[in-house]
């Protein structure tokens, strides 16, 4: 019989877990040639008009590699951070860049820290790599909880301690301060990682200093109010040294070359942006109110995504199911204390009203059976 090579003990060992099932996918389950897009916090205003005529000039390059050090684009987003282009690495979106963190700074076995229930693709990338996932439990809100964190990482000596904020999936936002304490609290060895993919929703006077930390890492992406997800850029800001780090393991040509081009038209036209911002300012204040209307509490939000309450997390199922029946696209929160939650990513004003009748619709129907 024939041997065949096998996966390492480390790679054998990791779930076979898909982070998030694609619309796409959801719409084949479902039989149905498109779904209302409301699930995966995608800009439902576009990129930029700039943006867009960029890209379609570069397609014509399409033959040509892109820049691997991706100079143009990093040199403008130290400018508009105030740091060094040496500060600046840029990768296919943030997940890839996750990736280049955990296995740059844990070792099979190490620790590494984040609250319970956040963004599912950082434990992912920990499961990845062999490194141990650690959780401390969050705010009765799903928010941050910087005592639970720093109690959690005194007992597990985590190598990186990571924090979405704005907070994916519960909307909430911790204060420059909160995560000033964290990183205080945590010993000088540890690495801080903020996600920031939701922080262009957030006034920039509320988000920490620009000034560099040098144990900390700030990712950022142009997915969300940029318009460009399937792109796939992102970036992170950190001290020199760790970007040399990764240079010696990024993918050099991960960043493709009509992504950087789009991406670099996207950071010039700063209008556009804002006036993404404002709309989604708007439709949170809707989706609040048909939260009121249809006594679904909603939490507060600062990104493009609004949680309405349905009850239990059998609830909550039920609705994510009776919603794509109906095609509708959402996503639900999979851990307490807000599994009983679905997330709603907020769409146009047509989407938004196409949205609300539906879910009012569903929301009666369930309400009906469970009074039966």
Not at 10 to 31: D, M, S
Not at 165 to 176: H, I, K, R, V
Not at 219 to 227: I, P
Request: proline fraction near 6%; hydrophobic fraction near 50%; charge should be neutral.
């Amino acid at each position: 019989m024939i041997r065949l090579p096998v996966p390492t003990a480390q790679i054998t060992a990791v779930p076979a877990v898909t982070p998030f099932v694609a619309p796409e996918e959801l719409a084949r389950r479902a039989g149905l040639p498109a779904l209302l897009r409301l699930g995966a916090n995608e800009s439902a205003f576009g990129p930029s008009p700039r943006a867009i005529a960029a890209m379609r000039e570069a397609a014509e390059h399409a033959s040509w590699y892109g820049d691997p050090e991706s100079i143009d684009l990093r040199t403008a987003l130290a400018a508009r951070h105030a740091c060094a282009v040496d500060n600046v690495v840029v990768g296919s979106g943030i997940d890839d860049l996750m990736s280049l963190i955990v296995r740059t700074f844990c070792a099979p076995g190490d620790a590494a820290l984040a609250t319970r229930g956040t963004y599912a693709t950082w434990t992912y990338h920990v499961a990845a790599y062999g490194v141990r996932a650690e959780t401390a439990d969050p705010t009765p809100d799903a928010a941050i909880d910087v005592d639970a964190l720093l109690e959690r990482a005194a007992r597990t000596a985590p190598k990186v301690v990571y924090v979405a904020n704005p907070d994916n999936p519960s909307g909430a936002f911790t204060s420059a301060a909160e995560l000033a304490r964290l990183r205080a609290g945590l010993a000088d060895g540890v690495l801080l990682v903020i996600d920031e993919a939701y922080a262009d929703f957030v006034d920039d006077r509320l988000l920490p200093s620009a000034t560099l930390e040098p144990r900390t890492i700030r990712l950022r992406t142009f997915s969300k109010a940029y318009g460009l997800a399937g792109a796939r850029v992102g970036y992170a800001i950190a001290a020199a040294d760790y970007v040399r780090t990764f240079q010696k393991i990024r993918q050099h040509f991960g960043v493709n070359r009509t992504a950087q081009i789009g991406a670099l038209a996207a950071l010039a036209d700063p209008a556009f942006a804002q006036s993404v911002v404002a709309e989604v300012t708007r439709g949170r204040a809707d989706y609040a109110e048909l939260g009121r209307r249809l006594g679904c509490r909603t939490l507060p939000s600062a990104t493009n995504f609004v949680c309405f309450e349905i009850g239990t997390k059998a609830a909550a199922e039920e609705m994510v199911g009776a919603l794509l029946a109906r095609g509708v696209f959402v996503r639900k929160p999979a851990a307490p204390p807000i599994d009983g939650f679905i997330r709603v990513t907020v769409g146009t004003g047509a989407e938004r009203a196409v949205f609300a009748e539906i879910f009012s619709e569903a929301l009666a129907s369930m309400r009906e059976k469970a009074a039966v």
